[in-house]
């Protein structure tokens, strides 16, 4: 008996801690919040389109704490605060072959209309490379919701001044540069260079590419050990700020807004043609019902449009950029074709 | 503003009463999240980020700072009483931790890890706080060369991990390289030993190794061991009885460890596992009786603690003052600070000095609080063990699965976690040390990165390695720290 | 005897590192690296080939204590052998029954199976300590795990 009882124990403590966490926590609030703005919704309505009958289980194809986990998170808090959704929702992480495990998991769920999941460039980019049986055709678009940009950057005293001075030295004698990013070779950070190298004429399969885990990159540039880093901006924005280092390019099409972003020139202002979006958006499985998928569409339109998510964008510096299935489509289509270019290049594209 | 007057903003911001109540439950919160199957830190920053959203910036971030090293501590927990280390750095806490516990000891066990994360936190936490500023020039100081060299010195310790036939050990070492081979590899994009099987291509999972290879194999010696009841007494149990003796122990490594295990912490990507390892091996080599060390050796599980919390402060140093998440706990840790609209950068101490020394005098408090709040905790805690053996193993089996499903979300781990575990209990049958295994697991991957990014950056020369001062220090000293033991063998021998 | 025993795991190691050194050299080749993935692993291959052969040779140096950890009666090796079962039975029943039940039964078969006969405390535990897990990781910590057959 003495045994069960401390066992007993230490079922207490843990509802202790629960208790706890729930005082800290924004829970109650949420919840309280919620419910207000459900009867007013609920009316309006119409009687025909599809709703939720069980909890909306959101993918994110990676493990807690990544791209893709916050984006989940994020959409699926504001969606209860805002009142958006009433349905429960739920985040699940499929950790495994950047993003292969979580692609495959929602492929066996073809038909569901309660499962969604996140998605970025890499949903492109690894099945390109061969490592993914599923590939962006075989689930249903719902929306686009928001852009982060990448950015090459080197250090303060780098003896580059611009983009192009940097890739004449690159077509001179392209070993002499090290490029580092966190993706593998064939993923994001690579492709970003790469893609931006190709426009302004280097040699791209001459790249030294290095890749670089755990915030190694920043070290890299620091210490010199590599010369230019390819990577988001929100990796550049505090050390460029700090004058550590020198963006010398955005990919996005115009300069974006803010007093230390608004300094970084593009590569299109410095005569390179070349643009390239990291998009986040959200994706159903295969044969998704029509009706559902139109509820989604809505919600997310509303969720875009939220001032609860523009706060989430302003505090993790996001871009708006809203689309809807059709155009999301084709955009898609289009950017998939480019990559497929480059890894064809490069020697690493694998489907066919 | 002068860094005296940001010190005291600091300490006002923290030891408010505001400050005070989100430490402790930060702490308390992290603490039992480290003790649950599988959730390490960054499971647990993770968790906390939603709750925090909407606070004071100071305040959120001085609760995060605590849910992380309670975090930490929790994480030995199980270690220490089911020899299932649920983070890196607290599988060398199981090393003399987990015989201590199967002695009848683990009150103290847990006592003396408490003791001594108390002490390596608190040292380090001055460290961090006199040399935080002028430190971020030794973070960033590391190159890929140079950590092929701290990975190198870190294989060293195989030979003395082995209990016996060093080839043994070396096999087993060997083998757990090949362990973390697998996957797609990072410099190339190539598929290593996945059989297209997509639940390899980001490798095996720590957990995983670390669970099946002592959680579950140790299950199947309970197993057969579930008669007889080796825990001579029972009452005893959750003694906190430390001795002078056993203090005269723990003070030595724990003033050693804390230096340590702090510069270690503050290079990006080494962190506390590789601090906890080194401070190990470094005591036992120093050590009078070697010999005790893997039997439930005071010093040999007060190293590892101390030196894990060290570096745990350490950590912050390229966060706070680069902006440099060091490790997937910090990166998480900086997403939380992401949202509370705080960017950790080099600029941070100027912009928002309350926000900087804030955090860092939180950690004096964090672990004044994880000292008093978990030192009554213990006895309790630890009469886990006194339940009885059937159920106990039953619970532990559970346990591990559940650390490792809440991790990966899939069945194919699981069976993956089974796998270890017979792999384990041969081994142990066989008289390979898991020891080597794990280490070669962890150190193996960042061995192999760094050697072949070196290389990248060289353009194929060799030389690099020989070229950093700081590189070619590390590998004499490997060099030197693997030859040494052979020779003495070869002296006892003679 | 003993001599072949380390004989026969060196075997066994030598066949390991065959199979991984084939795979090895069957690794595509990436061009744009100094150094491939497949340089460490060859390296790996090599050296447990090595160390298996000197372990085919070397002297045991087994202790009386190691080697008696090898003497387990028959009888524990079914008990071993049918654990091992219900721990396979239980990951193949996870996602389709779900956490709470799954481990609900494991925990009682399990735990009586190896001996413990008070039922109604083992009863307890077993319902009570995965339904508090349950809640406090699904609702708590919002981390969701097999819901299977139950309504919450």
Redesign the interface.
């Known amino acids: 008996?003495?045994?069960?009882l401390?066992?007993l124990?230490?079922?207490v403590?843990?509802l202790f801690?629960?208790a706890?966490?729930g005082?800290?926590?924004?829970?109650e609030s949420a919840e309280g919040e919620s419910a207000d703005s459900g009867e007013g919704s609920g009316g309006e309505e119409s009687a025909e389109s599809w709703e939720p009958s069980e909890p909306i289980?959101i993918v994110a194809p990676a493990?807690?704490?990544g791209g893709y986990?916050?984006t989940a998170?994020m959409a699926m808090?504001t969606f209860s605060e805002e009142g958006i959704i009433e349905e429960d929702m739920?985040?699940?992480?499929?950790?495994?072959?950047?993003g292969?495990?979580g692609w495959?998991y929602i492929a066996d769920q073809a038909g569901s209309n309660h499962h969604l999941f996140v998605t970025s460039p890499p949903f492109l980019l690894v099945p390109l490379?061969g490592?993914?049986?599923y590939n962006y055709e075989d689930f249903t678009p719902i929306a686009n919701m928001i852009a982060d940009y990448p950015a090459f950057a080197v250090a303060e005293d780098a003896e580059w001044n611009d983009l192009n001075e940097l890739f004449e030295d690159m077509k001179e004698d392209p070993?002499s540069v090290?490029v580092v990013g966190t993706s593998?070779?064939?993923?994001m950070d690579h492709i970003a260079f790469a893609y931006v190298a190709k426009a302004a004429g280097v040699d791209i399969?001459?790249?030294?590419?290095?890749?670089?885990?755990?915030?190694?990159g920043?070290?890299?540039i620091?210490?010199?050990?590599?010369d230019v880093f390819s990577t988001g901006i929100?990796e550049t924005?505090?050390?460029a700020?700090?004058?550590?280092m020198r963006v010398l390019g955005v990919t996005s099409e115009e300069r974006l807004e803010g007093e230390t972003l608004g300094q970084f020139p593009t590569v299109k202002e410095q005569g390179i043609d070349a643009e390239l979006v990291n998009w986040r958006g959200f994706f159903g499985p295969p044969d998704m019902d029509q009706a559902a998928v139109d509820y989604y569409v809505e919600k997310f339109e509303e969720l875009s449009n939220s001032e609860g998510f523009a706060d989430v964008r302003a505090?993790?510096?996001w871009n708006e950029m809203y689309m809807a299935p059709e155009e999301y489509q084709e955009y898609l289509d289009a950017q998939n074709e480019e990559f497929q270019s480059i890894l064809d290049e490069?020697?690493?594209g694998q489907s066919e | 503003m002068g860094s005296i007057e940001g010190i005291m903003t600091g300490f006002q911001t923290a030891f408010s009463l505001e400050g005070i109540m989100f430490v402790m439950i930060g702490v308390l919160v992290g603490t039992f999240i480290g003790m649950l199957p599988g959730l390490g830190p960054i499971s647990a920053i993770a968790v906390m980020i939603p709750i925090t959203f909407g606070m004071d910036p100071s305040t959120g971030l001085i609760m995060m700072a605590g849910v992380y090293y309670g975090a930490v501590f929790g994480g030995s927990t199980s270690s220490i009483l089911l020899n299932a280390p649920g983070i890196s750095g607290t599988v060398a806490t199981s090393f003399d931790g987990y015989p201590m516990a199967q002695q009848g000891k683990a009150g103290k066990a847990l006592a003396i890890a408490a003791i001594a994360s108390f002490t390596g936190g608190t040292v380090s936490v001055v460290l961090l706080m006199i040399m935080a500023p002028a430190l971020a020039s030794v973070a960033i100081s590391f190159g890929p060369p140079a950590y092929f060299g701290l990975m190198l010195l870190g294989l060293t310790a195989i030979a003395s991990l082995s209990e016996g036939s060093t080839t043994k050990a070396l096999i087993s070492a060997v083998v757990g390289f090949m362990a973390v081979t697998i996957g797609i590899d990072p410099q190339t994009g190539t598929q290593r030993f996945t059989f297209g099987n997509a639940n390899l291509f980001e490798g095996i999972d720590f957990l995983v190794i670390a669970l099946g290879l002592f959680a579950i194999a140790e299950v199947g010696k309970l197993i057969i061991a579930r008669h007889d009841d080796s825990l001579s007494d029972k009452r005893n149990v959750g003694s906190l009885k430390i001795t002078k003796e056993e203090l005269k122990d723990m003070r030595g490594p724990m003033s050693r460890q804390s230096f340590v295990g702090f510069f270690l912490g503050v290079l990006p990507g080494a962190g506390a596992t590789i601090a906890s390892f080194i401070g190990y091996i470094m005591e036992k080599k120093i050590a009078k009786k070697p010999e005790e060390f893997g039997k439930g050796s005071v010093k040999g599980l007060t190293a590892p603690e101390t030196a894990n919390n060290a570096a745990t402060s350490g950590a912050f140093v390229p966060l706070l003052s680069l902006g440099i998440p060091g490790s997937g706990t910090t990166a998480v840790l900086l997403g939380a600070f992401l949202v509370l609209g705080v960017q950790p950068g080099p600029l941070l101490m100027v912009e928002r000095p309350e926000i900087f020394w804030g955090i860092i005098a939180s950690m004096y408090l964090g672990n004044i609080v994880l000292l008093v709040l978990n030192l009554p905790l213990i006895p309790y805690i630890s009469k886990i063990l006194n339940i009885p053996r059937p159920l106990l193993i039953a619970l532990v089996i559970m346990f591990s699965m559940i650390g490792v499903y809440a991790i990966s979300f899939s069945t194919f781990d699981l069976y993956m976690l089974v796998l270890f575990g017979v792999l384990g209990f041969l081994m142990r049958l066989f008289a390979f040390p898991a020891p080597p295994f794990i280490l070669a697991f962890i150190l193996g991957g960042m061995l192999e990165q760094s050697f072949r990014q070196s290389l990248s950056i060289s353009n194929g020369n060799f030389m690099i390695f020989l070229e950093s001062p700081i590189s070619l220090t590390l590998i004499i000293l490997s060099v030197l720290s693997f030859i040494f033991p052979l020779l003495k063998l070869r002296k006892k021998k003679a | 005897m003993l001599r072949t025993m380390n004989r026969k795991i060196s075997l066994i190691l030598l066949a390991l590192a065959a199979f991984y050194l084939v795979m090895t050299y069957n690794l595509p080749a990436y061009t744009y690296t100094e150094i491939d993935a497949d340089m460490v692993p060859k390296g790996l291959g090599w050296l447990l080939v090595f160390l298996s052969i000197v372990l085919f040779f070397i002297k045991d140096s087994e202790t009386e204590e190691q080697r008696e950890r090898r003497n387990i009666p028959k009888k524990e090796i079914i008990t071993l052998l049918a654990v091992t079962g219900m721990i396979l039975l239980y990951i193949f029943l996870l996602e389709i029954l779900g956490f709470v039940a799954v481990t609900a039964l494991f925990v009682f078969f399990c735990s009586w199976f190896l001996g413990y006969k008070k039922f109604i405390t083992n009863a307890i535990v077993s319902i009570v300590f995965p339904v508090v897990l349950y809640m406090l990781f699904t609702q708590f910590l919002r981390i969701e795990l097999p819901q299977g057959i139950l309504p919450f």
Do not use: H, W
């Open positions: 008996m003495k045994k069960f401390s066992l124990l230490l079922a403590v843990a801690a629960v706890c966490s005082e800290g926590g924004s829970e289980e493990g807690a704490g986990d916050t998170r808090q739920g985040v699940t992480n499929k950790v495994g072959g950047g292969a495990v495959s490379n490592q993914s049986e070993a090290t593998s070779p064939g993923s399969t001459q790249i030294k590419y290095v890749s670089a885990q755990d915030g190694e920043v070290t890299q620091l210490n010199g050990s590599a929100a924005a505090e050390q700020r700090a004058g550590n505090q993790f510096g490069l020697g690493l």
